[in-house]
């Protein structure tokens, strides 16, 4: 016995039922009712949906019995979901396989169950009337062979009338002049009244509940026979006895025959005859594929003439241009394109929808709904958006759906704008989340269980398993009310629509080189950008320009590398090259910060070799040459300090103990490493250790890394990276600061390039992140996951917090390229908070944390106008309320140079400086 789960509304609705492609009429004084209530403020098309849900009305609940009867054989003459609506006035019928029951609108109860005796067979064919009706047909019967024919009355269930007449194939109507009967091939309304096809090419116009004659068509069967969205002309796909392709046009509702045309009129240049398909929602487009290719054309429903055509590669699929039709995805989902009057006809293709005319070659509109965020309990859900109607007021509405979440958006049929996104409530989703039926009425949608969809999402090797709960066939849903309440002060998924300041920046000059060598500092008072061989001076309250200064008039002069500061000061060093590409980094001025004058410069002594890293201990800059030597800038001259043991291959400071300097040495061409501790600002070496002493072993291929997080964080990785089969393995070692002795240890992990739970800690990605660490003074680092950000503590092997950042990524604004996010971390308020800053490559998005709890305080866009040459992987220089983002060549490359993405024509920056705006207060209850 079927489960009646009915949801009672306090409200009362009227009800009319509404066809899908109408272009929608100028709105009159009887439309305002009929208005789809849409939020003021348009959703966005990425990330999760925010506002209020799908309200439940009536669910039928699924039974096991039908189910199993539904997972047996199938042929196209059952009913394609096997559960179906429609609406008639105030009372919805629904269908699921041998259960035809309707239901009250205004009170969710059920009114009736009609007493069908279907034997052993099933539902194949249900009529969907587009106006109220009085009663509808239903055709029924066993496997494919659906024969017999039943009148059902709307208001109470009753069996009005049977008929067996199309099985009586041996009395043929003398209107035929031949054969008829059989099953019923189509059941379809034309005009209010319900016709019928059956295997004989015969068309019954049903009446007082028996099928009357009108004519035959001119093939025995067809493959596929659909109206066009007017409602004029019926056109059918066919083969010979040759196997030779054609297809009909025929007037409605009197059935007279228009036009034929053969494969070789429609599709030239196709050699061989084979299957053409026509859209059902749009029967005068039609497809066919031969020799690897889909081939499409349109045609005048009214005399079969060609508008236009296109082509493309079956296996083309996504990988169209924007503002291109996919040629190959439309094809794929051509039974749910939906067709409008006049011709054009949207279609669901991989990135979301789209609008397009094949007579005129334009696309109407192009709607990316790639970027939505739907529940899911796969790894690597398949997103599916279908379109399923239009409403009076000219919304075109859609399913999308992935196997576990389901949810209904709204856009606007003209333009393509996303009007509404509203998600079916978890508890109420279950058996319409595998690509579901949907039937609109004035208030709500109907949703069906599509049993074949389901079918292939859960069985099968590899397949999810099917979700426990109760589990509906068929859903009445209405519409919520716009949510006019404030949002959250911070959203912790998807997007956010809050923008940081724009202060200023420097915009990088035309015809400049393409490699920009910039970076930013801080003295308090200035932020100091530099590209090229030019640095810059910035207000970092207001943004406007304090000064510029040319390092040097050679023409290939560059800036390598600037000294950050560990406190307010009044000038900065710089280290730059005088000479070409190739030169080493060999002179240094020291500038007054204030207005920009140079206050010493120097040119390394030949002996010096270059500047190999410059380091700021409380105010002092000390210069490590590549001697080995240790000096102060000083008086235009290089003030002996220390000289190094060896040469640093990287040195790090540790934030457990901030006067203590973490080298790293190759020795024996990287058969081992030397790790050595100097006390600043004398560079006594504190002690020494080696790698193979803490890390067990090493690896000649690979380096030792020491943190920019925390120096005394020691990683390696042992394997071959670039063999794709190799097996490759990482371990990480904390030591103490005051001896080197191993604090904590890793152990040797083995890569898995895979895991994404953010639950489990990934070794793999915290070494690769290491460059973008962030510490603090009790040992514990942030680094980067697969899925988020983690504050772990090596010495007790465990995560403090854990904060995802997953959602957030996938809704930056990206285009169709590949677009992976990158991510940088750093402390910004004392430590007391982490900015983490993310681009693909299109956008930048920046966000704060708690450094103690991981929780999100603060998200910020960095504006379309502001972002161009800072959107691919920028460094950030924090500065007291805000930040500046400078270039990164080797990210620019990669996103741009590497892609063939075209640079967007927004003007190009070396540098941005930017603040932080107040988070939105949350709304008091």
Request: charged share 25%; aromatic share 6%; hydrophobic share 35%.
């Amino acid at each position: 016995m079927r489960r009646l789960a009915a949801l009672v509304a306090t409200i009362a609705v009227g009800l009319t039922a509404c066809t899908g492609g109408d272009e929608p009429k100028k709105k009159g004084k009887d439309d305002t009712a009929r208005a789809l209530p849409v939020p003021a403020k348009a959703p966005t098309a990425r990330g999760p949906a925010t506002g209020p849900a799908l309200q439940p009305k009536v669910l039928l609940a699924a039974s096991d019995e039908l189910e199993k009867m539904a997972s047996g054989s199938s042929s196209d003459a059952l009913v394609e979901r096997r559960s179906g609506a429609f609406v008639s006035g105030r009372t919805i019928v629904g269908y699921s396989v041998d259960d035809l029951s309707g239901y009250d609108l205004a009170s969710g109860e059920q009114k009736w169950t009609a007493d069908l005796d279907m034997g052993t067979g099933g539902v194949c064919f249900v009529s969907q009337p587009d106006r109220a009706v009085k009663s509808f047909t239903v055709a029924y019967g066993a496997d494919s062979y659906c024969s017999d024919l039943a009148t059902i009355s709307v208001a109470d269930g009753k069996v009005l009338s049977t008929s067996k007449r199309l099985s009586d194939v041996l009395n043929a109507p003398a209107e035929f002049d031949g054969p008829s009967g059989g099953a019923v091939d189509h059941l379809f309304t034309v005009g209010g009244r319900d016709h019928i096809v059956d295997t004989s090419g015969a068309v019954w116009k049903m009446a007082k509940g028996e099928p009357q004659p009108v004519v035959r068509l001119e093939a025995d069967s067809y493959d596929q026979l659909h109206t066009t969205p007017e409602g004029d002309v019926l056109i059918g796909t066919r083969s010979d006895n040759r196997g030779r392709c054609h297809v009909d046009g025929y007037a409605l509702p009197s059935f007279k025959h228009l036009w034929t045309a053969d494969n070789g009129a429609l599709f030239p240049e196709v050699r061989d005859d084979c299957l053409i398909s026509a859209a059902p929602g749009n029967a005068a487009w039609l497809v066919q594929q031969a020799d690897g290719r889909v081939h499409m054309a349109q045609v005048d429903p009214l005399t079969g003439k060609v508008l236009g055509r296109d082509d493309a590669a079956s296996d083309s699929g996504g990988r169209a241009p924007e503002g291109q039709l996919d040629v190959a995805s439309a094809a794929n989902q051509l039974d749910r394109a939906l067709g409008l009057p006049g011709g054009d006809t949207i279609f669901a293709q991989v990135r979301g929808l789209s609008r397009y005319s094949l007579e005129t070659g334009k696309m109407v509109w192009d709607l990316d709904l790639s970027q939505l965020e739907l529940d899911s309990e796969e790894d690597y859900p398949l997103t599916t958006v279908l379109p399923q109607g239009v409403t009076p007021d000219g919304h075109v509405l859609a399913s999308v759906s992935n196997n576990t979440g389901v949810e209904i958006v709204a856009a606007d049929v003209k333009t393509g704008k996303l009007a509404a996104r509203w998600p079916v409530p978890a508890e109420y989703r279950n058996g319409f989340q595998t690509e579901p039926g949907m039937t609109l009425f004035a208030e709500g949608v109907v949703l069906t269980r599509n049993f074949d969809a389901w079918r292939r999402a859960f069985t099968g090797y590899a397949a999810p398993k099917e979700p426990k709960g109760g589990k509906y066939d068929i859903g009445v849903f209405t519409y919520p009310q716009p949510d006019s309440s404030a949002a959250r002060a911070v959203p912790t998924a998807g997007p956010t629509d809050t923008d940081v300041e724009v202060l200023g920046g420097v915009e990088t000059p035309p015809r400049a080189a393409n490699e920009r060598h910039a970076g930013a500092l801080s003295t308090g008072s200035t932020v100091v950008t530099y590209a090229g061989n030019v640095v810059t001076g910035l207000d970092p309250a207001s943004g406007k320009q304090k000064w510029t200064l040319q390092v040097d008039d050679a023409k290939d002069a560059r800036v390598c590398s600037a000294a950050e500061p560990d406190r307010d000061v009044k000038t900065f060093t710089i280290a730059y090259r005088s000479g070409g590409e190739r030169a080493e980094c060999d002179a240094l001025l020291r500038v007054n910060a204030a207005d920009g004058t140079v206050i010493d410069r120097l040119d390394l002594p030949r002996g010096a070799k270059r500047v190999s890293q410059m380091i700021v201990h409380d105010g002092v800059v000390l210069i490590v040459t590549g001697d080995s030597r240790v000096s102060r800038f000083q008086g235009g001259q290089l003030v002996p300090v220390a000289r190094l043991a060896r040469q640093p291959y990287q040195v790090e400071r540790t934030p457990e103990d901030p006067s203590l300097l973490i080298s790293t040495s190759k020795l024996q061409g990287g058969r081992d490493w030397a790790i050595d501790a100097y006390r600043m600002p004398g560079f006594e070496r504190v002690w020494s250790t080696k790698a193979k002493k803490v890390l067990s072993k090493v690896d000649v291929r690979n380096p030792i890394w020491t943190w920019r997080g925390n120096g005394l964080w020691i990683s390696t990785t042992f394997g071959d990276m670039s063999d794709p089969e190799g097996t490759v393995k990482d371990a990480l070692v904390a030591l103490d600061p005051a001896t080197g002795r191993v604090v904590g240890r890793s152990g040797s992990v083995k890569r898995d390039y895979l895991a994404d739970d953010l639950a489990t800690f990934s070794l793999w990605s915290a070494v690769s992140s290491s460059h973008v660490s962030v510490g603090f003074d009790d040992g514990e680092v942030i680094v980067l996951q697969p899925q988020g950000v983690v504050r772990y503590s090596l010495r007790d092997r465990e995560a403090r917090w854990r904060t995802s950042t997953s959602s957030i990524k996938d809704s930056m604004e990206r285009d169709r390229l590949n677009s992976l996010a990158t991510e940088r971390i750093d402390l910004v308020d004392g430590g007391k908070a982490v900015l983490v800053t993310m681009s693909n490559g299109v956008s930048v998005e920046v966000m704060t944390l708690d450094a103690a709890s991981g929780k999100i305080t603060g998200r910020w866009n960095v504006p379309k106008e502001a972002r161009n040459g800072l959107q691919a992987g920028p460094d950030v220089t924090p500065f007291d309320g805000g930040f500046a983002l400078t270039r990164n060549d080797y990210s620019w490359s990669s996103a741009y140079d590497a892609t063939g993405r075209r640079v967007p024509a927004d003007p190009l920056h070396d540098a941005g400086l930017f603040a932080l705006p107040k988070p939105k207060e949350p709304k008091k209850e």
